[in-house]
């Protein structure tokens, strides 16, 4: 079973392939409406209304050196066992959103998995792209952006190997304290 961020970093390369510049990736995670939604939205070349519901299909695709394209449709397989949601907007003039959510507690819904991974993977390919994460775990968040990371740097590039291996860290310790903290909270009420 695929985590739910490798979908995730399929879904962000159809933007990047669609020419996007701007990217944000955005999960939420609500235990007690019982939600684990997460979303893409980019600033790419866009979908026609017309292509919209033709892209969960297997055989669509627009890339030219293959005749299947999977990543939409195995996501929507992921959102369809668990009895979630899987939304495709094309906004025009402005790019596309894919939102998918899954009930949380459901026992067919994968695990969110390496989201770190995910995000270094994006912001390490070969087409740079300005990349916001939020992350949203009952009440509280998680904000994290490229642009800003890039202006503390200064000369030093994002890809240095050392910001690299600290940005790993300084990811995975957030997301890991978003549930710590908020669990500590829930266990403190009740
Ligand atoms: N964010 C996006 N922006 C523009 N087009 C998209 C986007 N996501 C998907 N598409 C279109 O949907 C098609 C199918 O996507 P997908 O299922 O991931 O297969 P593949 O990427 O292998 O073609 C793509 O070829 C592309 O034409
Ligand atoms: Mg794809």
């Known amino acids: 079973m695929e985590d739910l961020s490798q979908h995730i970093l399929d879904i962000a390369f159809n933007s990047l392939e669609a020419g996007a510049t701007d990217l944000t990736i955005t999960v939420r995670e609500d235990t007690v409406a019982n939600i684990l939604a997460f979303g893409v939205l980019d600033n790419g070349?866009?979908?026609?209304?017309?292509?919209?519901?033709?892209?969960?299909?297997?055989?669509?695709t627009t890339k030219k050196?293959?005749?299947?394209?999977?990543?939409?449709?195995?996501l929507q397989e992921a959102v369809q066992r668990c009895g979630g949601n899987l939304e495709i907007k094309a906004l025009p003039r402005k790019g596309t959103s894919v939102t998918a959510v899954f009930p949380h507690d459901h026992l067919d819904r994968a695990p969110l998995g390496d989201i770190t991974g995910t995000l270094i993977a994006l912001i390490t390919g070969r087409q740079p792209v300005n990349l916001?994460?939020?992350?949203?775990?009952?009440?509280?968040?998680?904000?994290?952006?490229?642009r800003k990371l890039c202006i503390h740097l200064g000369a030093i590039p994002l890809q240095?190997?050392?910001?690299?291996?600290?940005?790993?860290?300084?990811?995975?310790?957030?997301?890991a304290n978003l549930r710590r903290e908020t669990n500590e909270e829930l266990g403190r009420t009740g």
């Not at 292509?51 to 669509?60: E, G, L, Q, S």
């Not at 916001?132 to 490229?146: A, D, E, I, Q, S």
């Open 45 to 60: 070349r866009g979908i026609t209304q017309n292509d919209i519901p033709k892209i969960t299909d297997p055989f669509f």
């Open 65 to 74: 050196h293959k005749r299947v394209g999977l990543g939409v449709p195995l």
């Open 132 to 146: 916001t994460y939020r992350h949203k775990y009952n009440n509280r968040n998680f904000l994290f952006n490229t």
């Open 160 to 175: 240095t190997p050392e910001v690299l291996v600290w940005l790993q860290n300084y990811l995975d310790e957030n997301i």
